[in-house]
Each structure stands twice: as structure tokens, then as C-alpha cells.
């Protein structure tokens, strides 16, 4: 994902891919593939509240098989098993159907399994139980985007944003907006992100990429080497400077950073 920003590593990962990588926080859809999908964002200034974060349960009440059904489905996610962590999430689901945690990390799997639809179903009905859930809208922006509904992934992230000034939030729509087709708007969303996070190796990057594709090759170029200064892992960071330099008809510089993205890569 690019799903939840714990889908598979985000953009200050490394490992990840501009193009299927989303919500923008460091732990990103985590490179493991968290399989529990830790919610991805918090309100600026708040907690996070997440959904399952409920008093000790009563013994043997409902409440405490929804606990343990939950420790289950995490377990079993945890050990790739998917098919019972998703029978055991649509269980736990079928006693508390309020449960918003358990609706996201069921729609992360079913994601994962290429059923997109179910997967936005499960996120629906998680947003329509926690409305201002910052982290969720997040996740659903980042399915929407990762299958090109570019526009219904704008507004979550709009809506995200009525919550507070957030730079992961502002990077991701910048990168919403520039796979859309509109990087001159995602100029905007990138470099205030910058601003509010400048030790933020992914809001560079995405600024790069956006520079890039608008020609402005010296910004480009800047902002690619200020994403390689603070994450030298990130190989395609050196790849954008690499291909900056070769437009610049800097051939020397040019094969020197891409050897830098090869070495990186090979990590």
C-alpha cells in the first residue's frame, strides 16, 4: 500500500516506489509489511485515538473475545497467514461492527490480495464510525491514489488537512496532485511541507520530482541532493539527480550519481 502509510514502505523508505508508495510518514507501509498497519497519521497537536485503544475488556465478555479475536487476527496477519487473518478479522467484525482498527488492517489485507473494492467498503465503513480519524482518510487516499482516483484521494487529504497543517498530509497531496497530472499545483502543498519538515528526506524528493517534471531543473537538482543528503539509502534520490545532471548535459556528474543509485540499490 501504496495503501496505508504501512503498506510497503513510503517514501522515506528506501525501498519504496514514488509511483505505489503513499501516506508519507517515515514508517511509511512499513518495508515489512506490517501486517497489524498501525494507523498513519495523527492530528497535529492531538492523539491519535486510534480505534482499539479500549478499556481492559470484562472476563468473558463480548469485549474481551473482540480483544482476543483481534490479538489473533494480528498474529496470524504478522505470520503472513491471510486467509485466517482475514476470516478472523470478518469474525471479530461480525460481534463489534464499530471496530474501525479492525475494518483498517482488514482492508490492508484485502488490498494486498488485489481486492480493492472490499477494501475501500471495510475504509468507508471504519470513516463513517471515526469521521475525523486523520490516519484513515490517509489510508483510503492512499488506495485511491495507488489505483488512480486521483481526485477521490484529493479530497480525503483535503479533508485530512481541515484538521490541522500537517506536513506528511501535504506531501502526499503534493504527490496526489503531480501523479494527476497537476504538478504545477503540487508545487504549492510540496514546498510548504518542506518548510514545516525541512529534515524530511521524502517532501524533498517529491519536490525534486515535481521540479523535474516542470522543467525547473536547478530546483530539481537541489532538492534531489537534499533527499540523497538526508537518507543516503534513498537510491532513487540519486537516480533523480543522476537524470538532472543528464539533462543539464553534465555527463561526468551525471554517471557518478548513478553509481551512487546503483550502490544504494544493492543495500
Not at 54 to 73: T, Y
Not at 136 to 149: E, F, G, I, T
Request: hydrophobic share 40%.
Amino acid at each position: 500500500m501504496s495503501l496505508f502509510s504501512e503498506r510497503s514502505g513510503g517514501p522515506d523508505d528506501a525501498s519504496s516506489s514514488p509511483d505505489s508508495s503513499l501516506a508519507v510518514n517515515s514508517a511509511g507501509r512499513s518495508a515489512g509489511r506490517d501486517q497489524e498497519v498501525p494507523f498513519a497519521g495523527t492530528p497535529p497537536g492531538g492523539n491519535a485515538a486510534a480505534a482499539g485503544d479500549r478499556p481492559a475488556p470484562e472476563p468473558g465478555s463480548d469485549a474481551e473475545k473482540v480483544a482476543a479475536l483481534f490479538a489473533r487476527a494480528k498474529q496470524y496477519g504478522e505470520s503472513n497467514e491471510t486467509s485466517l487473518a482475514i476470516t478472523t478479522y470478518r469474525q471479530l467484525l461480525k460481534l463489534d461492527p464499530r471496530h474501525a482498527r479492525a475494518r483498517n488492517n482488514l482492508a490492508f489485507l484485502l488490498e494486498q490480495r488485489g481486492n480493492i473494492q472490499a477494501a475501500l467498503v471495510e475504509l468507508e465503513l471504519a470513516i463513517a464510525e471515526e469521521p475525523d480519524n486523520v490516519a484513515l482518510l490517509l489510508n483510503r487516499a492512499a488506495v485511491l491514489s495507488a489505483h488512480l482516483k486521483f481526485d477521490a484521494a484529493e479530497q480525503d487529504l483535503r479533508r485530512a488537512l481541515r484538521h490541522g497543517e500537517n506536513a506528511e498530509i501535504l506531501t502526499t497531496l503534493g504527490m496526489v496532485l503531480s501523479k494527476g497530472g497537476r504538478a504545477k499545483e503540487a508545487l504549492e502543498p510540496l514546498r510548504r511541507a518542506v518548510e514545516l519538515a525541512p529534515n524530511s528526506a521524502a517532501a524533498h524528493y517529491y519536490l525534486g520530482e515535481v521540479y523535474n517534471r516542470l522543467d525547473q531543473l536547478p530546483a530539481a537538482l537541489a532538492s534531489y541532493e537534499q533527499a540523497c543528503a538526508l537518507q543516503p539509502s534513498n537510491w532513487r534520490a540519486y537516480k533523480g539527480v543522476g537524470n538532472v545532471l543528464d539533462r543539464m548535459a553534465r555527463p561526468a556528474e551525471a554517471a557518478v550519481a548513478h553509481r551512487k543509485a546503483r550502490e544504494a540499490q544493492r543495500k
